[in-house]
């Protein structure tokens, strides 16, 4: 048996390839495009096992995916794959469009095509497991309940919209063609491999670097913050129970304003690696112009995981943010390695005065 994932070179599919691959011995196609956000060297432990075939290649490519798909015959797709930063989504949203929407409309046809030529065992077996995002629900009140599964879809992000775009193409192509489909709607994960252009790892790398810590406006708005391994795990628990054409909503019960995230980091590292000059790392705190649109809280209700499938999550955000800093810490040269010139220009131009 073999499973394919897509973006398995990013921050949360290389996460869960190599918990995957940790966890059991089947194998994993890893197809990914390798855009900025794509690191080989997040597979680097994987050098030389047999069990990890990676493909440099796009989700929008149906030839390539007819062709894995024939060569590998998967018993089930994990998509990934995503241009994922709102930011960036908000400078230039066409590759948004063209990834998160056509790329997951392509791969769902390829999939829908190799799935009914499936004999009737394998066919029943197979799953399309889609992982989403929290932002297609919109933004919450201070005081309203989280986001369950029948919170109705309003995106506010070129992002979140694409992805809620895509959402929908994989429920649609459950109740018209009967594809065997899940989806996660996740919440904000941090912890290893995380490209420094999200708030977690850009703070991180910011402050040992001496540079500013930006903060968005107030730096009041919150986000329901779930450690990367613990997503991985409920995604691996959907794959195998989950019931087919559901979604599950997946988040760490942990809500944070972004400026007390911003404050625990800077306390973290004031103690594992304290600044040459005694002060603490709070004094590089920076507010800047805030995102247009800015979403002013996220939070997840897992209950229906939790309730159908037994997952919790098993890092708390004290274990899970400084594993996170360790994690920084003792990898300098990954931070080094992904600090191309082309995310110092984007750096340059986002965080311009
Ligand atoms: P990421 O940006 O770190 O990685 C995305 C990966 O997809 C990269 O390796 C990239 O090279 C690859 N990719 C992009 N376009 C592609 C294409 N057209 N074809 C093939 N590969 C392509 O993103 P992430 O944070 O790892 O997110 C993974 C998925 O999880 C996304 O679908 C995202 O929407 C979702 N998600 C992320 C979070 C989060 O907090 N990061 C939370 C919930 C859901
Ligand atoms: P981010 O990591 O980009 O995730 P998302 O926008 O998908 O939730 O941002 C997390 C929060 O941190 C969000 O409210 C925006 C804020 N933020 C800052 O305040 N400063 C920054 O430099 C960045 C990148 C984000």
Sequence with gaps: ??????????????????????????????????????????????????????????????????????????RAVL???????????????EDFIQTNVVGTFRLLEAVRQYWGALAAADKAAFRLLHVSTDEVYGTLAPDAPAFSESHGYEPNSPYSASKAASDHLVRAWHHTYGLPVLTTNCSNNYGPYHFPEKLIPLVIVNALAGKPLPIYGDGRQIRDW?????????????????QVGQTYNVGGWNEQANIDIVRLICRLLDELRPRADGQSYALQITHVQDRPGHDRRYAIDARKIERELGWRPAETFETGIRKTVQWYLEHPEWVANVQSGAYRDWIAQQYAD
């Design 1 to 74: 048996m073999t499973i394919l994932v897509t973006g398995g070179a990013g921050f949360i599919g290389a996460n869960f390839v190599l918990d995957w691959l940790a966890d059991g011995d089947e194998p994993v196609v890893n197809l990914d495009k390798l855009t900025y956000a794509g690191n080989l060297h997040n597979l680097d432990s994987l050098a030389g096992d047999a069990r990890h075939v990676f493909v440099q290649g796009d989700i929008g490519d149906r030839g390539l995916l007819d062709a894995l798909l024939a060569e590998h015959q998967p």
């Design 79 to 93: 998509n990934f794959a995503a241009e994922s930063h709102v930011d960036r989504s908000i400078h230039g949203p």
């Design 226 to 242: 779930l450690y990367v391994r613990d997503h991985c795990s409920a995604i691996r628990r959907v794959l195998q129970a989950g």
